[in-house]
């Protein structure tokens, strides 16, 4: 009987020694990941931006008064997937839709990223750190999507989906 208290005794020690270095994996976990990723939020309002058009023109906070903000990058590999899925998803998307091609990688192969989008989509390839980025409270988390209406955030995701009602579809 006494074997077995002593194993029972051994087995709870090496429980609780499992259970607390797991517990300190985890923290170090969630410590080397830092902060947790910028998204805008439903409610802020977009800040003042200005920005050259790949169509020559210039982006700025009125341009996307009531539309679609896409923020995608070519080293992005969920960008790639809605990047394949846009052609047959685009008459989703409302008639004001912008979006922002994050230069990851160099110049060409953004705006090269930027053409897949399509003529119906105005486009701008910014940096990482732009004023565009800034004014909607876009971090590194790409693909995001952000729904604007007078000039405040009022949807942001990942999917079109996530940002585009069905209501919104149904209408068109």
Avoid at 66 to 80: E, H, K, Q, R, S
Avoid at 152 to 171: F, L, M, N, P, Q
Wanted: charged content about 20%; overall charge negative; aromatic content about 4%.
């Amino acid at each position: 009987m006494s074997l077995l208290v002593a194993c029972v005794a051994i087995l709870a020690v090496l429980t609780l020694l499992n259970m607390s270095l797991s517990a300190a994996i985890i923290r170090a976990l969630r410590a080397e990941r830092g902060e947790p990723p910028v998204l805008p939020r439903p409610g802020d309002t977009v800040a003042p931006f200005s920005v050259s058009a790949l169509d020559g023109g210039v982006l700025d906070e009125h341009a996307l008064e009531d539309g679609l903000g896409v923020f995608i990058a070519p080293t992005c590999a969920p960008c790639g997937t809605l990047l394949e899925t846009w052609p047959e998803r685009e008459a989703d998307l409302p008639e004001n839709t912008i979006a922002f091609v994050i230069n990851t990688s160099t110049t060409e192969q953004a705006q090269a990223y930027a053409a897949k989008l399509g003529p119906r989509v105005r486009t701008a390839v910014v940096g990482r750190d732009s004023d565009v980025a800034a004014a909607f409270g876009v971090g590194d988390v790409t693909p995001t999507l952000v729904r604007v209406r007078a000039g405040t955030v009022v949807k942001v995701g990942h999917t079109i989906d996530s940002v585009v009602s069905g209501r919104e579809r149904v209408a068109r």
